[in-house]
């Protein structure tokens, strides 16, 4: 999880900080020496749009007016990238000491307490910024319009002059930049349950439980023993008593078979 948001972190400030756009615009006077068919404005981060300027010509004598942007959005832009790099900061640390400090992470249950907090401020902070840098966007992409530009050019307010937009400048980065900071959003987010698990704070039975000694193997032979003793003692201590009723019985009947006998072999004699 930490390895999707150190990626993300660094795609979303990446594509923001290292921004650099240029449009052209063409102003054709009526006295077609003084045009200028090729205005280039460039702007970078962190969109100090009123430190931007170009030269316009005046269409009046071969002059030219220097002419700049509207407009300041290095705050949004520059709080967008700072949270971008701090969590990735953090990220990376989070990852060693997941990966070698794991059991001082997990003792006293402190780390994923710590670790909760500080990941719900970051997805709090990734929806803060993103909303700034969308909004602060939108604005960057209306100041650097260039029909919109041409409008702040007092030649083309002349009829005879005409103004037109030649090459516009290339969003793709920043919107992508836009998009990437809503799916850090989404990731920090997503990994406060994990780490939520980790604490156990309302479900202690979520927690992964602690690993148990194995028992010593004497142990295993001497229940094995316990359990057997029970029978073999009961086996030995049960003596039937033959004495009382089988061997009584035998004698009956050989008093019997006697006294039947007798007769026959006086019987005989007679």
Not at 51 to 75: E, H, I, M, W
Request: aromatic share 16%; glycine share 8%.
């Amino acid at each position: 999880m930490d390895v999707a948001n150190q990626f993300f972190a660094i795609f979303a400030f990446s594509t923001c900080g290292s921004y650099s756009g240029i449009f052209r615009m063409a102003v054709e006077c009526k006295n077609r020496t003084e045009s200028s068919l090729s205005i280039e404005v460039e702007f970078e981060y962190p969109f100090r749009l009123h430190q931007v300027y170009f030269d316009a010509p005046t269409c009046k004598g071969g002059n030219q007016d220097r002419l700049f942007l509207v407009g300041d959005y290095s705050s949004s832009a520059e709080f967008f990238v700072t949270i971008g790099v701090f969590a990735f900061l953090y990220s990376t640390a989070a990852l060693s000491i997941y990966i070698f400090f794991f059991e001082k992470y997990k003792e006293n249950n402190k780390g994923p307490l710590i670790d909760l907090g500080v990941t719900g401020v970051f997805a709090f902070m990734w929806l803060v910024s993103s909303a700034a840098w969308a909004k602060g966007l939108s604005d960057v992409k209306t100041a650097t319009d260039p029909d919109k530009v041409t409008t702040m050019i007092p030649a083309c307010g002349v009829k005879e002059n005409l103004c037109r937009e030649v090459h516009d400048p290339v969003m793709s980065g920043l919107n992508t930049s836009v998009a990437f900071g809503f799916i850090n959003l989404i990731l920090w987010a997503g990994n406060l349950w994990f780490v939520f698990k980790e604490t156990g704070i309302i479900a202690p039975f979520m927690r992964a439980p602690p690993p148990q000694a194995k028992p010593a193997p004497d142990a295993y032979v001497q229940q094995g023993a316990y359990e057997q003793d029970p029978y073999a003692s009961n086996q030995g201590g049960y003596q039937p008593n033959y004495n009382q009723q089988g061997y009584n019985q035998d004698a009956e009947y050989g008093q019997g078979y006697g006294q039947q006998g007798a007769p026959t072999s006086f019987s005989n004699q007679m």
